[in-house]
């Protein structure tokens, strides 16, 4: 399998505080990789560095054969990679379609526009009967389909998912990680950035564990699994 | 949307013929069509940035700026103002992104962002008063008369001026109707709700604050040069002053900044409430007309912040709207 996303010792941060030392990783093509860790380990800094919304201090970002390491935002859509943000980040005053509408912002997805849509309300049918409403007011399970849907209008190369199941209810966590598997299934990359370490594992093919901004572990989710240090403080065993 | 065609039908009508009738009346009623007409366009012009929360206190520069350079280069250089004004409108533009570009860079949003703006206004007022021998200074400026000239933009002619005024104002109508049916309305909009997540759609956030700033900026500077052509004076304080642009801001929210009409409606609103109130007590109870002035707006934007159009949509939106169906219950 080829190697879509390879960082490189990468190191950010905000102000005088450094959040990332010297982090690398890859994503191979249509893999499920997932990146664990408590809270203010990093992981959430990290997706921000991939999808530009926050410059690298240091190393390299290679997506697709292309350099990203400080690339503004709107290129790194461009170049393949949608995110899907924490705590969802629709656009509340916006209908379902408008928001949906906002994925395909890129001209060369706005052609595709209409198909496109279409595939999504498949993808999740209860889109569909919705597409009128404000976005604001769906359930917090159908507001995280219309994020995901909203991030797969692009077509992309790689899907970002920022702690998909934060600020859910346990039901609608099990949801969203079926969402997880569904999208795995059309054969989409994803990288997956989670607390949920038991429920990741559960999905994805391999994981970095991050502790305080730097990788700590990695391997397969198996291998991920049966790591007692892993067992002992992330999955209480 | 059938209720809204109608809606609209009810509005265009009246409004085709109200734009139509000063032609028929006396000079008086025109002065008033004239400044309507004017201002109309300068708070369409500021409502462009204003509906999508990039709200600004100092469009008072782009005025002052429209007003001064066409002015400026007539007397000193004979340039007649149909070259002028253009420059006036790129200067505007110029200045806009100047100060919206590291603005935007660096996300002054919201209240910082009508700070940098206020800001930006007073440093115009400033530089067309320190620049007295130019400008006149705080005394102001008027143009070289040459009597009714199409050449100098000089129409003593009220009918004549306002038919200029007219078009300038269906030039803003029209770069509003651009803005609500192309994708920089859902860009602006999703930047004033989530910027990182419009950003993460792909949206080129800069570019397309930039892009609204400068079509607000110009389309102003082209109100100021209207301005200042109709009324053959300018004063820095006329032009420039605090108090214009916050005119500009109360009178586009009391009209309804969310409707391409709002504005217009606010403008036709504020200049005959102060027209009727300057009337009705006259030379008596000096301030009393500034100060139930100053009281109706702060009740319109407490109570009605969608302005006149927004309550005149909700009051005709209502009876065409059955009820909704109670909704099922979503499939958890």
Do not use: C
Not at chain 1, 128 to 137: K, N, V
Not at chain 1, 204 to 219: M, N, P
Not at chain 2, 36 to 52: D, E, N
Not at chain 2, 304 to 321: H, K, N
């Amino acid at each position: 399998m080829t190697i879509l996303l390879n960082l490189e010792r990468v190191s950010a941060g905000y102000g005088s505080f450094a959040a990332l030392f010297n982090v690398s990783l890859d994503v191979k093509n249509g893999e499920t990789v997932g990146v664990v860790g408590a809270n203010g380990a990093g992981k959430t800094t990290l997706l921000r560095v991939i999808s530009g919304l926050l410059p690298p201090r240091s190393g390299r970002i290679d997506f697709d054969g292309e350099s990203l390491a400080g690339a503004p935002a709107y290129r790194v859509v461009a170049a393949g990679i949608a995110h899907v943000p924490e705590n969802r980040r629709l656009f509340p005053r916006l209908t379902v379609e408008e928001n949906l509408r906002m994925g395909a912002y890129l001209p060369a997805a706005r052609k595709a526009f209409a198909e496109r849509a279409a595939w999504v309300y498949e993808l999740f049918p209860q889109l569909q009967a919705r597409r009128r409403q404000l976005a604001g007011t769906l359930s917090g399970g159908e507001q995280q389909m219309v994020a995901i849907g909203r991030a797969l209008m692009t077509k992309p190369k790689l899907l970002l998912m920022d702690e998909p199941s934060a600020g859910l209810a346990p039901l609608v966590v099990e949801q969203v990680f079926a969402l997880v598997r569904r999208i795995r299934a059309e054969g989409f990359t994803v990288l997956l950035v989670e607390q949920n370490v038991r429920q990741v594992l559960d999905v994805v093919d391999r994981a970095y564990l991050l502790e305080t901004g730097r990788v700590k572990l990695a391997g397969t989710a198996t291998a991920l699994k049966q790591n007692p240090f892993v067992q002992q403080s992330y999955l209480g065993l | 949307m059938r209720g809204g065609r109608d809606t609209r039908l009810l509005l265009y009508l009246p409004l085709a013929a109200a734009a139509a009738a000063p032609f028929f009346l006396s000079d008086y009623f025109q002065h008033m069509a004239v400044q309507i007409a004017i201002w109309s366009l300068v708070y369409t012009a500021w409502a462009l940035m204003g509906r999508f929360r990039l709200t600004s206190l100092g469009h008072g520069a782009f005025l002052g700026v429209g007003a001064y350079v066409p002015t400026l280069l007539w007397n000193n250089y004979g340039v007649t103002p149909w070259l002028g004004i253009p420059l006036a409108m790129a200067l505007a533009i110029a200045l806009a992104l100047i100060v919206g570009y590291p603005s935007s860079r660096q996300k002054v949003v919201g209240h910082y962002f009508a700070l940098v703006t206020l800001a930006l206004g007073q440093v115009v007022l400033l530089v067309i008063v320190a620049m007295r021998d130019v400008t006149g200074g705080s005394l102001g400026m008027t143009p070289h008369t040459v009597g009714h000239s199409w050449y100098a933009l000089q129409l003593p002619n009220k009918a004549e001026f306002y038919a200029v005024a007219l078009v300038a104002w269906l030039a803003g109508l029209v770069a509003w109707r651009y803005v609500e049916r192309g994708m920089i309305r859902l860009a602006l909009e999703s930047i004033a709700e989530d910027e990182d997540a419009a950003e993460s759609a792909g949206v080129d956030v800069l570019r397309e604050k930039l892009k609204i700033t400068a079509v607000s900026s110009g389309l102003t500077a082209l109100g100021g040069a209207l301005y200042a052509q109709y009324l053959m004076y300018l004063s820095p304080d006329a032009m420039s002053g605090v108090g214009i642009s916050l005119q500009i801001v109360f009178a586009a929210i009391a009209g309804g900044m969310y409707n391409m009409l709002g504005p217009t409606i606010g403008a036709a609103f504020t200049i005959l409430l102060t027209e009727g109130l300057r009337v009705l007590f006259g030379t008596h109870f000096v301030g009393a007309a500034n100060t139930i002035y100053g009281a109706l707006l702060v009740i319109f934007i407490i109570f009605m912040p969608r302005g006149i159009v927004g309550l005149a949509e909700r009051i005709l939106a209502r009876p065409r709207v059955p009820p909704a169906p109670a909704a099922p219950e979503p499939a958890e």
